[in-house]
Each structure stands twice: as C-alpha cells, then as structure tokens.
C-alpha cells in the first residue's frame, strides 16, 4: 500500500479538525418542539432513528490513514522485562509510561495503590501495562527488577507486564522530526510523548479498551467497577475519550482500536504537550467536548519528584471541577408520567429527601427542568431508585441539556449529556452557551413503578449581560415550579 508522506497528513489534520468543527449534526442530536405532542412525536421517533445508526458521521479517512504515515511505529522494536503477554483479549488495559528522571518516580507507588484499590475478581478483566524508558540501563534493569519483586504474583497471574521499545531509526528517545531536539527539555517532552506512543501502539490487540496512566497516580476504591459500568453503558453511543479524573493525563480511556491513530498523533513533530494532543485527538473523531464523569477515581499523588524539576510534565495537574452544595436554580418542572402517589414532579428538583415515583414509565416518557433564566451549568447529578438498596432505580435512561428559549417546559434543541449508570448520572458539562433545560428520558419500558430520587445542578457564576430567556406559554401536563430547596 502506498505511504502517504509526514507532510500530507500534517496537512490534512487541521483540515479534518476544521470540517469537524464546522458541520453542524442536528438530524441526530436535536430535536425540534413546536408543541408537546409534537415533541414526544419528534422524541420517539430520534430514539428509534438512534437505535438504527450512528449518531456521528464517518469523515475520518485522512485520520484512519495516519496509520500508514507512521512506519516508525511499524518498525518499532520491543523488550520484555517482566512477565508475557495475556492469552486473549483483556477488556481493559491501564498503561503507564515512566521515564529515568534525575530525582525519580512514584511508579510503584502507582502500582501499589492501582492493585490495592482493585478486588481479584476485577483485575482478571485487566492487563497492567508498564512501559519503561530512559538512558540509564541500570535504572530500566532496577526497576524492572523492584516490580517483580513487589508484583511478582500480579505477573505470574497475567495482570501485569513490564516492557521497554525503541522507535527504528530514531537518534534519541523523541520523533526524529521534533523541532525540539536542541533543548534538553524539548527533548524530553518529545521522549515522553514516544513513550506512551511506544505504549499504545504494542497495547492495540490486547485489550478491548485503554486506559492512560501517568506514574504518579492514586486510584480510588472499586476503580475497574466504575469504569467497567462506564463502559458498559456508552458501548452504543458515538465518543473518542472518556475521562475519570480531572487530571490532565491520567483517567482518559479510549477504544483500543484507535490506538494505531492515536500513537501516531503523538508523534506529529510538534512541541505539544500529551494531554493537548488527547484534545486535538477527540475532536478529530467528532466529539467537540469532554466527556467526564464524577467522581473522581485517579488523584494525583502530589508533585514529589517532580518538585524543582524545570522539564517536568504539567501533565498531573489536577483541573478545578464543581463541589459543595449545589445550586438548583429555579425552574419549571413536569413530567408526562404517571405518578404513583400525591406528589409533584418538582420534588426531584427539590434539595431534600423527598423523591418523585412515577408507576410504569414507558419508553419516551420524561420529567423536564426548565430554568427560569438560562444558566452556565457546570455540573449534573441526577439519582434514581431508593437508598441504600436502589430499589426501582431507572434501568435504561438518559440526560438531555436543552438550548432555550422554553416552550411549554422543552427546549427546541437538545443534545446528549449521557446515559445513566446503574440508575444514576454524574458528569461534568462543558457547555459554552448557557443552557435552559434538562430532560431525563426514559429509554424501555419497565415495572412497576420508577423512583427519581434527585436532580442537582452546579452552576458557574453568571456573565453580566447575561439576558433571561423568552418565556412560552403552558402546554400539556400541568407545570410545578421549584426554588430549589425547601
């Protein structure tokens, strides 16, 4: 097969970026509300639409050849330190680059917290993948020497193995073509980026799905769980990253099989750091914003090594996300669903213990949050089914934003936030316009009744000239009005 040059396809990436950045998807992701009925029309007929095919275009053919514009990666060599690779596919695989610094890494420190933090049961589903580097062979030896003495039954057991690779052809760590090889910390930010390069492109057959790690990383309990549930719930849906944490690096998973373009990118030479090639990597597949989710499972585990290191990566940095109480601005609430008892839909939106019960919802029913006045949301937590059991919790659902103005307590447009998780969504909202409603859908049928137990809203604070949104008349089921808490 013909190799398209370094120079066409670094050519061809920002137009790829561009036309993604101008095409505007409306026929899948939006849905016009001229009435209420016309809107569950409209509304049943989108999910059926959805069902049947991809929300997202496939426009990716120049990216998808970015493969073959790599041969260094194809030439790659590799070492194994310590253990072998699994018999089959895993359905994830965390990797973790370190490097030989002058004042060391947290790397089994790493380690320790990622197996203390995981059940047995959860780390056979999962390959631990370590890739080495570094000019120092007695570090790489050391090292690799240190895991298997600690981890040495997570190795025999197939859960964790340790590698080193070498880009052909490559005078030093980095992309022959950085523009960065004169300067020492050039140099280095362009070894780490073939790092993980070198890590992603042998991880591509292992796994079903690949988790980023920095070496500095503390994982919460249950980890695998939570992202497993993730997983499992998205699997349907269009996405290229999924982010678990509010650090720069770590917690981003990706699909295994875009591995191949996503090593590539990473060797583009240019001076960019790894977390804002990820950026330029989700919006080349289509997705125009992050997708996280709360809270958080990976924490850093402070600066340590990297404390008066001049080249050190930025990349742990850990990003300001929405906590404390939250907001529940006042709106407007309905829903078209039976309720089971005397109470409002508002009571979900209500900040007390109250909940909304609603006896056997049926696939397009909704309970809508219309704001008095758009907002900047931040972030959305929306909890079905009882404590501590969740009991009658929503089995298959989802949570819409709206773009206003309101009519009759809907929005004209309404785009994806995500699908709910065992009952329950929390992620963050990266919108840049204000918003003016939510929507939890239901998606099938279910018995005998369903529990809404909370709807939180966080909100940043609001631009001066920001202007109410137009207000429409009342249509449809009766609305009940909320202030949030009582």
């Not at 790493?110 to 120092?136: C, P, W």
């Amino acid at each position: 097969m013909r190799r398209c040059p370094w120079g066409c396809v670094i050519a061809a990436v920002p137009l790829v970026v561009l036309s993604f950045l101008l095409q505007e998807n409306e026929e899948e992701h939006l849905t016009e509300n001229p009435s209420l009925q016309e809107e569950k029309k409209k509304t049943l007929w989108r999910l059926n639409q959805e069902q049947l095919g991809s929300e997202s275009r496939d426009h990716l053919a120049a990216f998808r050849d970015m493969r073959e514009a790599a041969p260094v990666l194809q030439e790659a060599t590799y070492r194994l330190l310590a253990g072998s690779p699994p018999q089959g596919r895993r359905l994830l695989a965390a990797g973790i680059a370190s490097e030989w610094g002058p004042r060391g890494t947290y790397l089994l420190d790493t380690l320790r917290s990622l197996f203390q933090a995981s059940s047995e049961a959860e780390l056979d589903h999962v390959l631990v993948l370590v890739h080495l580097s570094g000019g120092d062979p007695a570090w790489l030896g050391q090292t690799a020497a240190n895991i298997s003495g600690l981890f040495g039954r997570h190795i025999e057991a197939g859960r964790l193995l340790v590698i080193g690779g070498g880009l052909a052809g490559a005078p030093g760590p980095g992309h022959p073509g950085s523009p960065s090889r004169g300067s020492a910390c050039g140099a280095r930010r362009a070894g780490r980026r073939a790092s993980y390069a070198l890590l992603m492109n042998f991880a591509r057959n292992l796994s079903e799905y690949f988790l980023v790690m920095g070496d500095r990383v503390r994982c919460s309990p249950e980890f695998i769980s939570s992202v497993s549930r993730v997983l499992w719930a998205w699997r349907a849906l269009p996405w290229a990253v999924l982010e678990f944490s509010g650090l720069r690096l770590s917690g981003k998973v990706v699909r295994a099989g875009d591995l191949g373009r996503l090593a590539s990118l990473l060797l583009f030479p240019a001076d960019l750091p790894i977390p804002s090639l990820l950026s330029e990597f989700r919006l080349l597949l289509a997705q125009d914003a992050p997708i996280r989710f709360n809270p958080a499972v990976f924490h850093g585990l402070g600066r340590g090594p990297a404390a008066g290191d001049p080249c050190a990566a930025p990349e742990e940095e850990e990003e300001e996300e929405a906590s404390g109480e939250p907001d529940n601005p006042a709106a407007t609430v309905l829903s078209d669903m039976m309720a089971a008892g005397s109470a409002p839909p508002q009571v979900a939106y209500v900040l007390n213990k109250e909940c909304y019960s609603a006896l056997s919802p049926v696939r397009g029913n909704y309970l809508a949050v219309a704001w008095d006045r758009p907002q900047r949301v931040a972030r959305v937590a929306v909890l079905t089914g009882s404590e501590p059991h969740g009991l009658h919790l929503l089995r298959q659902g989802r949570v819409e934003l709206g773009l206003g103005p309101p009519v009759a307590g809907h929005c004209g447009r309404h785009s994806l936030l995500g699908p709910l998780v065992a009952g329950r969504l929390d992620q963050a909202v990266f919108s840049e316009a204000p918003l003016s409603c939510l929507r939890l859908l239901v998606l099938a049928p279910q018995e005998p009744w369903l529990l809404v137990r909370q709807i939180r809203v966080w909100t940043r604070p609001e631009e001066a000239d920001a202007e109410p949104a137009a207000s429409g008349e009342d249509a449809g089921p009766t609305p009940t009005r909320s202030a949030a808490r009582q």
